[in-house]
């Protein structure tokens, strides 16, 4: 059973900076391809950031691409999201998710692990 644990939400103000952490059981890393997801009150959960387990490649989705840095330590079993320049648009539950595939899938349903959720909000 592959067990994921977020860490590192919070409150802080437009144009601050936050980390998460995704940690994963087992030994893990490199047999799946993460993702973080986030959902807002009343919207979909979106996709924001993925990093393949073939070749290390990564997706961002356009509303976070250039602020947003996802990453890995496959040593620690930990990925990262390094979120710069945060708009209060970016607030939201943020999910770690991990699939058996070599790619970065962008549906919630591509997804087969989730974590609980980490709060992130943005002030203005």
């Known amino acids: 059973q592959v067990q994921l644990v977020e860490s590192g939400g919070g409150l802080v103000q437009a144009g601050g900076s936050l980390r998460l952490s995704c940690a994963a059981s087992?030994?893990?890393?490199?047999?799946?391809?993460m993702g973080w997801f986030r959902q807002a009150p009343g919207k979909e959960r979106e996709i924001v950031a993925g990093?393949?387990?073939?070749?290390?490649?990564?997706y961002y989705s356009d509303s976070v691409k250039g602020r947003f840095t996802i990453s890995g330590d496959g040593a620690k079993n930990t990925v990262y999201l390094q979120m710069n320049s945060l708009k209060p648009e970016d607030t939201a539950v943020y999910y770690c998710?991990?699939?058996?595939?070599?790619?970065?899938?962008?549906?919630?349903?591509?997804?087969?692990?989730w974590g609980q959720g980490t709060q992130v909000t943005v002030s203005s």
């Open positions: 087992g030994r893990f890393f490199s047999a799946y391809t």
């Open positions: 990093i393949a387990r073939t070749g290390g490649g990564t």
């Open positions: 998710a991990a699939r058996n595939f070599g790619w970065v899938g962008v549906r919630p349903n591509e997804y087969n692990y």
